[in-house]
T-cell receptor, first 111, second 114 residues
Framework: TQLLEQSPQFLSIQEGENLTVYCNSSSVFSSLQWYRQEPGEGPVLLVTVVTGGEVKKLKRLTFQFGDARKDSSLHITAAQPGDTGLYLCAGAVGGTGKLIFGQGTTLQVKP | GAGVSQSPSNKVTEKGKDVELRCDPISGHTALYWYRQSLGQGLEFLIYFQGNSAPDKSGLPSDRFSAERTGGSVSTLTIQRTQQEDSAVYLC????????????FGPGTRLTVL
């Protein structure tokens, strides 16, 4: 059974602080995706990383895929209240594309 | 075009009743996925369709759950004899092709079983 462990589950920080969310597995995934979900809505894709060691940047968000394609991290620089939400990592399984999700990180950024 | 739509947005039912949840994927997307999101379990894969076929049903929790897809488009998830533990948000996603690197999610159906 493929599992993704995401940590921390909850994070409450002040505006301007930096934070990192981790996603770890003992399994190799063909790609790893990060989503953000707002209350009452479905997850929205932020980024997909495919190659081991890959780093992608989206404004203040930096995503990294581990060399062995088993783990990933999301780093947010100078967090803002608008970053508040649920962040989910998900590993894609083989050719089916079905996603195995981590438990999610609820981020609260206080002004 | 329009995104993935799901109906109803909310469904309250009594234990033992059957429910049908509907998903309209993005036009032209051949792959369709059902997930369930609950407080204790996070987001779990249920089933996926490639066209009208379901190559992977491994996530369906019991034989009370079934799904079908017709015309390579609309999909219906049916839960028979609902139980309280079926209460969750049921999310549908579609992708241009199976194995595609981007899945587009609908807003979900919140199911409450009393």
């Amino acid at each position: 059974t493929q599992l993704l462990e995401q940590s921390p589950q909850f994070l409450s920080i002040q505006e301007g602080e930096n934070l990192t969310v981790y996603c770890n597995s003992s399994s190799v995934f063909s790609s790893l995706q990060w989503y953000r979900q707002e209350p009452g809505e479905g997850p929205v894709l932020l980024v997909t990383v495919v190659t081991g060691g890959e780093v992608k940047k989206l404004k203040r968000l930096t995503f990294q895929f581990g060399d062995a394609r088993k783990d990933s991290s999301l780093h947010i620089t100078a967090a803002q209240p608008g970053d508040t939400g649920l962040y989910l990592c998900a590993g894609a399984v083989g050719g089916t594309g079905k996603l195995i999700f981590g438990q999610g990180t609820t981020l609260q950024v206080k002004p | 075009g329009a995104g993935v739509s799901q109906s109803p947005s909310n469904k309250v039912t009594e234990k033992g009743k059957d429910v049908e949840l509907r998903c309209d994927p993005i036009s032209g997307h051949t792959a369709l996925y059902w997930y369930r999101q609950s407080l204790g379990q996070g987001l779990e894969f249920l089933i996926y369709f490639q066209g009208n076929s379901a190559p992977d049903k491994s996530g369906l929790p019991s034989d009370r759950f079934s799904a079908e897809r017709t015309g390579g488009s609309v999909s219906t998830l049916t839960i028979q004899r609902t139980q309280q533990e079926d209460s969750a948000v049921y999310l549908c996603a579609s992708s241009l092709v199976a194995g595609g690197r981007e899945q587009f999610f609908g807003p979900g159906t919140r199911l409450t079983v009393l």
